[in-house]
């Protein structure tokens, strides 16, 4: 980290520190989270430890912090004191002489709640919810096992979890609404009958703005999160009693970032991923790959003189000037993103990644290749992935003997079975290792993940007639089908209708190459379905083609990533023309 940029974060820390004892927790708390972001993770870290008995806002903040640490290195470590840290904030929000747990499943007498201070409301209702988060963070890190009886696990945490922030959010927006009915200078007292909470004295209506904020957090998160869940998983979620309104979702984010409470910084880093990377990724708002970018460039306005060095927020200015197709000003955001972040690896991933993908779409393989490699070598996550995108990135770039070296190893560092995109990533390794490589092979291997991960609508329009132009010398049998979704799939980009109709229609008659490019027909018929959309006179054709596709095919590599994007074209048709 450069001289003075760490001079700054010192004073910031030291400042903090200082005003410590004469501060509320959730003041600290905040400052704590904002040294984070503005990339003073290890003072972050420091601050939050040193006063971790101090309450439970502070205990929580040092949990957070763990947590984050561990979800980033995917270390067992880490992950195992992550989890430690969430326990030891949980026992202490439950340590008070009622217990949070307990007076949530048991009503309280109306006597004792009559005598409770504005302060111990307040008090009790932050307790709930540090639980309620710990539990989700809890089952976050069950879930990565990737085990059956983790996800059980994890479910059944969740559960618990959603039933703490619903309720809270209940009775913040009860007390809320007392208070704003409240004569001004009244002396009567607040009430919420569900909370059972009659508070005389004590709480301001600045204390439940910061609880709300708080709350919304979490509450908007599971909103947002279910929303996007396929269909054929709604049922099992519907069970748990879990929730799934995406504009609530989005609506109670917005209020915890703009809050005072600690997490209103996480809340806006939510909301910048969702519009930045979810809407373009499972394409929730149609094709327009623009959905939600006006929404992120807001933000980031906004939070400009909060934030004006932060590694993480100059990483979203890159997301959202690689959806513009402003390719050049996106790099050049994301390698400042990287020495931002020259004290957080894991950060630094993030943004390699990035810088590897533009790399993809401008076709400038060497660049990608290093970036790619570097990933393999470093990070933790998945290094069976960022093989197979070195391979073919170095193969495009015309070194075919180093290409094939690097796809022998894919299979070696093959560890998540269950994982859909290292599976992916085994069998197209293994497919390039037995053709023997060539270049336009490799070439093709980056227009498909450019396809899959719907980053096509980024590349220019000389790039795409490049790869058009590739694409159309590719004559293997096996890979039939593929080339003629992934040319459709061009053609489209550039606006060329006809022909890509004709090219989606030769990808689902493909039936030679089938079993090894298993997708290709599912996903030709979701793009025929989506044209056919567009016009109001085949609007019912269209449908049938996205219903084909749903309930057809089965069994295909990333088929959960289908299912989202085919539920959401039918929920948008479902606003546009009611069924």
Known sequence: MAGPEQSQQQQQQQKVEEKAEHIDDAEMALQGINMLLNNGFKESDELFKRYRTHSPLMSFGASFVSFLNAMMTFEEEKMQMACDDLKTTEKLCESDSAGVLETIRNKIKKSMDSQMSGVAVVDRLQRQIIVADCQVYL???????????????????????????????????????????????????????NANHNVENGVTAEALDRLKGSVSFGYGLFHLCISMVPPHLLKIINLLGFPGDRLQGLSSLMYASESKDMKAPLATLALLWYHTVVLPFFALEGSDTHAGLLEAKAILQRKSVVYPNSSLFMFFKGRVQRLECHINSALASFHDALELASDQREIQHVCLYEIGWCSMIELNFEDAFRAFERLKDESRWSQCYYAYLTGVCQGASGDLDGANGVFKDVQKLFKRKNNQIEQFAVKRADRLRKVSPTRQLCILGVIEVLYLWKALQNCSSTKLQIMNQVLQSVDEPSCRGLKHLLL????????????????????????????????????????????????????????????????????????????????????????????
């Open 488 to 579: 459709g799939s061009i053609l489209k980009c550039q606006g060329n209708i006809r022909d890509a109709v004709q090219s989606f229609q030769l990808a689902v008659r493909d039936e030679y190459g089938r079993q090894i490019n298993s997708y290709v027909q599912p996903y030709a018929v979701y793009e025929l379905g989506c044209i056919l959309l567009a016009k109001p006179e085949t609007v019912a054709k269209g449908r049938s083609f996205l219903l084909q596709a749903k309930e057809d095919f089965t069994g295909y590599d990333f088929e959960n990533r289908l299912h989202v994007r085919i539920h959401s074209a039918l929920a948008s048709l479902k606003e546009v023309v009611p069924q």
């Open 139 to 193: 089952a976050v890190l069950s879930f990565v096992k990737q085990e059956l009886s983790a996800y059980i696990k994890g479910g059944w945490i969740l559960r618990k979890a959603w039933k703490m922030y619903n309720k809270c959010h209940s009775d913040i927006s009860q007390l809320q609404e007392t208070c704003q009915h409240r004569p001004s200078g009244s002396q009567e007292s607040l009430s919420a009958d």
